[in-house]
Every structure is written in structure tokens, then in C-alpha cells.
């Protein structure tokens, strides 16, 4: 078996299929947030391997800022949990409808 | 050797990533995550991005998943009693929208590639593809303006977390 492009490319996207389906269908907020990694993760690949196809570095720069804003993420995400369980003391995300109208 | 190690890499980043939507405790989902970013991290050197990978397993594997575990820890979760407890008809619609963003997702990319460029690689890497240097010629030359915002961006979501957690006089 040759390893092409399109191999890398399946990867990426059944990992990102995996983290959408663990965004809808998980209820506990930090799996949640850890799907989005997951997401974050499958779309880095893809740009790693367009790296790679095209001999650039560039795609490889734009991974760095990806990972640098799914840091910031995390941080404010899981400090938003934090109180919302202080408060609420609940990790189910049907359970916070604070915003709902 | 390297279709071997595509192998291994692939198949254990997708049953990992499997095994972090499917399990009961929050603990096992961020050891899978662990793993899974491992395994996506392997493939990054089997792309030539060693520089990446080494982050990928610093930052990544290294900080963020702990910063989950101390949020597991401080927020004290048990184990959920089912693992997917929303209503039936929700996990239907999330089923179906899983499988378009997988059918589409598939289609754009493996397809796309397939069809445009004949799906082989179009560059041949050098030596220097990839390492610190010349990612960090890039990212300091022609990424510099971009660079800061990110670390201006890094800075407010310090600060953003410190105030949030912060209790109340």
C-alpha cells in the first residue's frame, strides 16, 4: 500500500468526524471541550499534510497559531466550567440554560 | 516501514478518539485524548513536521490535557450513569449530521485531492523541511504581526481565566 495524500486526508477526517459526533452527542462538558480538541487536532493534520503536499512551511506556521488558540481556549473554557459548577453544581451542558430566553 | 508506521499511527488516533467520546469517566476520556494526540503526532514526523511534533507533545499531550485532568480533579465528576443521555430523537439528528460532515468531509478532501492532483505528494522535502529553523524563519519574517496577535491573544485569555476563577471579596 502506497501512503498518498488522500490517506493523511481520510485520517483528518474521521478524526474530525469523531470529535462533531462527541460535540452532539456527549452531555459532560469537559468531553465536550475535549472533542473540540479533537476537531482541532484533525483540521492541524490536514494542514500539516497540505504542507507537506505542496512543500511549504507555511501550513506548518498556521498549525502553531491553531495551537496557540486552543490553548486560549481551553484556559477560558475550563475556568467557565469551574464556575458554572461552582454555581450550579452541574457538568450536564443541558443543565446550563442560564442564557436561554 | 513508513506504510507500517502510517498504520499504527492512523488506526491508534481513531480508536482513541473513539474511546474518548465513548467513555463513562472523564479521566479515561483525557488519557485517550493523550493518546490520541500521540498517535496524530507520529504522523506529524511521518509528514516531515518534527518541529510540530515535538510541540504537539509538549503543549498539547503535555499541557493542555493536564490543565483538563486539574479541572477533572477540582471539579470532582463521577462516572456518568450512560454515556450518551440525551433524548432519542436529538442523537438521531446528531447521528445524521455526524454522517454528512463525514460523507462531506470525505468527499472535499480525499476525493478533491484525488481528483485535482493526481493524489501523490507534489514537493519533495529537503533535509531542512520542518525543523526549527525554518519554521521559525518563517514565523518570525513573514508570520511576525501574526505571531503577536497570538501571543497578545494568549495574554487575554490568562488574564480572561484568572478573573473568571477568581472568588469574590
Known amino acids: 500500500m502506497d501512503v498518498t495524500v488522500s490517506r493523511y486526508l481520510a485520517v483528518s477526517a474521521l478524526l474530525f468526524a469523531i470529535g462533531v459526533a462527541g460535540v452532539l452527542l456527549r452531555r459532560n462538558m469537559l468531553v465536550v471541550l475535549m472533542s473540540v480538541e479533537l476537531m482541532l487536532n484533525a483540521a492541524n493534520l490536514a494542514f500539516v499534510t497540505f504542507a507537506r503536499m505542496l512543500g511549504g512551511v507555511e501550513g506548518q506556521v498556521i498549525v502553531l497559531f491553531v495551537m496557540a488558540a486552543a490553548a486560549a481556549e481551553v484556559a477560558v473554557g475550563l475556568a467557565i466550567f469551574l464556575i458554572v459548577f461552582r454555581t450550579r453544581d452541574t457538568t450536564n451542558v443541558d443543565e446550563i440554560d442560564l442564557m436561554k430566553w | 516501514m513508513t506504510t507500517l508506521l502510517f498504520l499504527l499511527g492512523s488506526l491508534t488516533a481513531i480508536v482513541s478518539a473513539m474511546s474518548v467520546v465513548t467513555r463513562r469517566n472523564p479521566v479515561h476520556s483525557a488519557l485517550s485524548l493523550i493518546v490520541c494526540l500521540l498517535s496524530v503526532a507520529l504522523l506529524f514526523l511521518l509528514l516531515g513536521a518534527q518541529f510540530l511534533a515535538a510541540l504537539q507533545v509538549i503543549v498539547y499531550a503535555g499541557a493542555i490535557v493536564v490543565l483538563f485532568l486539574f479541572v477533572v ?97
Not at chain 2, 74 to 92: G, I, K, M, P, W
Open chain 2, 73 to 169: 480533579m477540582l471539579l470532582n465528576v463521577r462516572d456518568e450513569t450512560a454515556v450518551f443521555h440525551s433524548a432519542a430523537a436529538q442523537r438521531l439528528v446528531a447521528l445524521a449530521v455526524v454522517l454528512a460532515v463525514l460523507v462531506e468531509v470525505l468527499l472535499v478532501a480525499v476525493a478533491g485531492a484525488a481528483w485535482l492532483r493526481k493524489d501523490e505528494w507534489l514537493a519533495t522535502t529537503t533535509l531542512s523541511f520542518g525543523t526549527v529553523q525554518s519554521v521559525g524563519r518563517e514565523l518570525f519574517a513573514r508570520y511576525l504581526f501574526q505571531f503577536e496577535v497570538a501571543s497578545v491573544l494568549l495574554l487575554v485569555a490568562i488574564v480572561g481565566a484568572v478573573v473568571l476563577v477568581k472568588k469574590k471579596q
